[in-house]
Every structure is written in structure tokens, then in C-alpha cells.
């Protein structure tokens, strides 16, 4: 069975761009959650989608936003990039049963802001 | 204070050594608890998920919670050069299904 996959692996922006970054969950997982995961910082929640419908959402703001697709597929979009954006960005996904879901992570993507 | 505190390394230990790894909470709403293991490079993977406190043991894995003095603990026997690597604790309420994690431990074991 495929893992959670994540594109584009290396991805290097300059400040004030955009940056489109994609998941693609385990077959049958109907929630997708992303955090940022910066150095010194650990891992922090950013989204949790579900069933298409953005379900909470971290301390980050309006900037970062994100979408989930009818294939449960989810994109993160982080406008006007800041230096402090640079990190490992990582998707997980889970069965969306609440409480009780195991999350699974994929690879993540890294992010450089220069 | 932060919500999950989690032990600071790095950790070096010989080949053979059991390791304890620990982390500490102050929201009692958190119920369900992870051990999530991260190689450089890599996602984190789940290693041990628990929710109840007590001991749930996986081979040379043992996760104990005690929810009275909001603490966990990951202990590792037989520590092997394989198991270098980030390890996370995890957290989260049954409410919104976010994870809280630790800042991780990085662990090396030396053959």
C-alpha cells in the first residue's frame, strides 16, 4: 500500500512569492493535515482538512491557506513568502474518525526562502 | 509554559544501552499519546500509540503514560545503531485531532 506522498520534494523561493505545495494521502484517508516543521521550532499544526471542509487550523497566518480536492489530494499555499517560511513542510493523513485516527506522514517538502 | 515539554539532547549512548526518553504536559484534555521516530531526511514515522496510562510494550519498545503527573515515557532495550535517529512525543485531545508534539530528542547509538 502507497504512503503519504508529497511534491515537490526541494522547493527554493525567494521572498514575497508564492509557493503551491502538494499531499496526496493513503488510499481511504479522508483527512489531510499539514504542519511545519522549522528548526528549533519542532513540528507546529497548520491545517486539518476533512471530507473537503477545513476543520481547525493552527496559529499561522492568513498567508499560509489550503485546499482539499473530491480525491481527498490537498494543496498548501503559502503567499508573500517570508525568510522564516524556509522549513520542512509535512502532510499527514488519517481515516478522519475523531479521537481515535492514527495520522501518517509523508516525506515533506522543503521549503528555502532566500 | 509550553504545552508539551520534551527532554533536550542530544543522546549518546553505546550499542546495547536501554534508553529512556521523556516528555512532560500541563493539558490535562490530552488523551491519546505517540512516539513518532523521524530519520534524517524523512517523515516522522509512528512507532507506539497509546491512550491509556500504564505500559503497552512493542519488542524492544516500551511506552508508559501516567496521566496523574501528565508524563510519558519512551523506553528503548537493546538499543541498537538503527534506532539513531529524532524521536517526537505526541499528543492530542479527542476533540480536534491536531497533534501536539515535543521539540524531539535526537538519539545516536554507538556500535
Known amino acids: 500500500e502507497a504512503g503519504v506522498t508529497q511534491s515537490p520534494t526541494h522547493l527554493i523561493k525567494t521572498r514575497g512569492q508564492q509557493a503551491t505545495l502538494r499531499c496526496s494521502p493513503i488510499?481511504?484517508?479522508?483527512?489531510v493535515y499539514w504542519y511545519q516543521q522549522a528548526l528549533g521550532l519542532g513540528l507546529q499544526f497548520l491545517l486539518w482538512?476533512?471530507?473537503?471542509?477545513?476543520?481547525n487550523r493552527g496559529n499561522f497566518p492568513p498567508r499560509f491557506s489550503g485546499r482539499q480536492f473530491p480525491n481527498y489530494s490537498s494543496e498548501l499555499n503559502v503567499n508573500a513568502l517570508e525568510l522564516e517560511d524556509s522549513a520542512l513542510y509535512l502532510c499527514?493523513?488519517?481515516?478522519?474518525?475523531?479521537?481515535?485516527?492514527?495520522?501518517?506522514f509523508g516525506p515533506g517538502t522543503r521549503l528555502t526562502v532566500l | 509554559q509550553k504545552e508539551v515539554e520534551q527532554d533536550p539532547g542530544p543522546l549518546s549512548v553505546p550499542e546495547g544501552a536501554i534508553v529512556s526518553l521523556n516528555c512532560t504536559y500541563s493539558n490535562s484534555a490530552f488523551q491519546y499519546f505517540m512516539w513518532y521516530r523521524q530519520y534524517s531526511r524523512k517523515g516522522p514515522e509512528l512507532l507506539m500509540y497509546t491512550y491509556s496510562s500504564g505500559n503497552k510494550e512493542d519488542g524492544r519498545f516500551t511506552a508508559q503514560v501516567d496521566k496523574s503527573s501528565k508524563y510519558i515515557s519512551l523506553f528503548i532495550r537493546d538499543s541498537q545503531p538503527s534506532d539513531s535517529a529524532t524521536y517526537l512525543c505526541a499528543m492530542r485531545t479527542g476533540a480536534n485531532s491536531k497533534l501536539t508534539f515535543g521539540k524531539g530528542i535526537t538519539l545516536s547509538v554507538r556500535p
Open positions: 488510499s481511504g484517508h479522508t483527512s
Open positions: 499527514a493523513s488519517s481515516l478522519g474518525l475523531a479521537g481515535a485516527d492514527t495520522q501518517y
Open positions: 482538512y476533512d471530507e473537503g471542509e477545513e476543520r
